[in-house]
C-alpha cells in the first residue's frame, strides 16, 4: 500500500504478530513493496517506503524453513522541496522484531533492496 502525502507506505508477503508456534515453510514471497508519499509542502518529508518479504513481530517460537524471498523493497517518497528530506527506503527478505525462540532455517533471500527516489 503506498503511502499518501508524507506518510510511509508498506508491503508485506507473510506477516506473524502475536502468538506462537506457527510453521511458515515452502513459500515464495516476491515483489512486495511500496512506495513513501510525496511531501507535500516546504516543510513536509518524504514517507517511507517498505517491502518485507515475511515479518515475523511479537511472536515466540515459530519456525521458519526453506522460504524462498526475492524482490520485496520500498522507495521512499519524494521532500516537499529542496529543503526536505526524501523518505527512507527499506526492503528485506525475512525481518524478526522483538520476538524470542523463533528458528530460521534454510531460507533463500536474494535481491532485497531499498531504492531512493
Not at 32 to 38: L, S
Amino acid at each position: 500500500m503506498n503511502g499518501i502525502a508524507g506518510q510511509s507506505g508498506s508491503g508485506k508477503g507473510i506477516e506473524v504478530v502475536g502468538g506462537g508456534n506457527n510453521t511458515i515453510q515452502n513459500n515464495t514471497s516476491r515483489h512486495n513493496g511500496a512506495t513513501g508519499g510525496t511531501g507535500t509542502t516546504s516543510d513536509r518529508d518524504g514517507g517511507a517506503g517498505i517491502g518485507y518479504g515475511i515479518v515475523v513481530l511479537y511472536s515466540e517460537n515459530n519456525i521458519v524453513r526453506e522460504n524462498v524471498c526475492h524482490n520485496n523493497g520500498g522507495t521512499g517518497g519524494i521532500g516537499g522541496s529542496d529543503i526536505s528530506y526524501p523518505g527512507y527506503s527499506e526492503g528485506t527478505g525475512i525481518i524478526v522484531v522483538a520476538s524470542t525462540g523463533n528458528y530460521i532455517i534454510e531460507n533463500t533471500c536474494y535481491e532485497n533492496s531499498a531504492a531512493a527516489e
